[in-house]
């Protein structure tokens, strides 16, 4: 389980990442989702021990961030969004460099290495440089890592950004197979539909709504969207596009009147708190 208490981060006298944010993730995987400066990869960072908070703190599994860093980085695995791979070595050679750099023996960790490689479908290509691999299969690398070292907690910051659809569904595959506790980041509303048990909803540095997504979505009482250019019926208006909240029961009725009908989805939690993700 992780704590999260009234983190905050400031980088100057105005400009807070987070502010005071509080939360307990008790769930295996956690998605941690907001559009691009919401404070997402910040809270990622601290919790991962590579940025101090301003003020406040969090445990993981018990263990302070800040008074017991050492033991923290004992048992998290993080894989930061701006990791790149060393072109000229192979998968196999940047796993072994890594799980040696954990304190694994050099036949430990060819052997973790072989096996995490083989249970991802990349052991075919153990061998290849890097600079040879898709971006997905890059990607998908560093889940390995993860794999391989057994760490009780996984930090993901934005796995598949940048990825076509095809390397994004090979990297969910991937994240699926880990059975640690996973602590993610995305602006992707399907990503964290995909693969999360909870979401924390972060905006502007502070959390907006946090919980699993059923009972985030139960808040909409089985309601469904109806969207049109220019509609004359709204809840909310976003540029020309009119957004209606309707009982399934008026759905012909807004069809008749030219509104496109949508499930409700996690879109929908942003939208109702003023809130509009990248697509």
Same mark, same amino acid.
């Given at each position: 389980m992780i704590e999260i208490q009234e983190v905050t981060k400031r980088y100057d006298r105005r400009t807070y990442a987070l502010k005071g944010i509080?939360?307990?993730?008790?769930?295996?995987?956690?998605?941690?989702?907001?559009?691009n400066g919401a404070g997402k990869t910040t809270l990622i960072r601290i919790l991962s021990t590579q940025l101090f908070p301003t003020t406040g703190t969090a445990t993981i599994e018990g263990l302070d961030i800040l008074?017991?860093?050492k033991k923290v980085r004992e048992i998290i695995s993080s894989i930061p969004q701006e990791s790149q791979l060393i072109g000229i070595l192979s998968p196999l050679e940047q796993m072994q460099l890594y799980l040696m750099a954990r304190g694994f023996t050099?036949?430990?960790?060819?052997?973790?290495?072989?096996?995490?490689l083989d249970?991802?479908?990349?052991y075919d290509y153990r061998n290849a440089p890097s600079d040879t691999l898709s971006g997905g299969m890059k990607r998908k690398v560093f889940v390995a890592m993860a794999l391989a070292a057994k760490a009780p907690v996984i930090f993901l910051d934005e796995p598949t950004t940048g990825l076509d659809p095809l390397?994004?569904?090979?990297?969910?595959?991937?994240? =699926?197979?880990?059975?640690? &506790?996973? $602590?993610l980041t995305t602006h992707y509303m399907e990503e964290a539909?995909?693969?999360?048990?909870?979401?924390?909803?972060?905006?502007?540095?502070?959390?907006?709504?946090?919980?699993a997504i059923g009972n985030l979505l139960s808040s909409f009482g089985g309601k469904m969207r109806a969207e049109k250019m220019d509609g004359e019926e709204y809840d909310i208006k976003i540029a020309n596009v009119a957004i209606k909240y309707i009982e399934k029961e008026r759905v012909d009725e807004f069809?008749? =009147?030219?509104?496109?009908? &949508?499930? $409700?989805?996690?879109?929908d939690i942003f939208l109702s708190k003023g809130v509009l993700l990248e697509s």
């Open positions: 509080t939360a307990s993730l008790r769930e295996r995987v956690t998605t941690v989702i907001g559009r008074k017991e860093t050099a036949s430990q960790a060819r052997e973790e290495s072989k096996q995490a249970e991802l479908e990349l390397s994004r569904i090979e990297v969910w595959s991937a994240i =699926k197979r880990l059975s640690s &506790k996973i $602590i539909q995909e693969l999360s048990n909870e979401v924390v909803v972060i905006d502007q540095g502070n959390i907006i709504t946090h919980g069809i008749a =009147k030219g509104y496109d009908i &949508k499930r $409700i989805n996690l879109d």
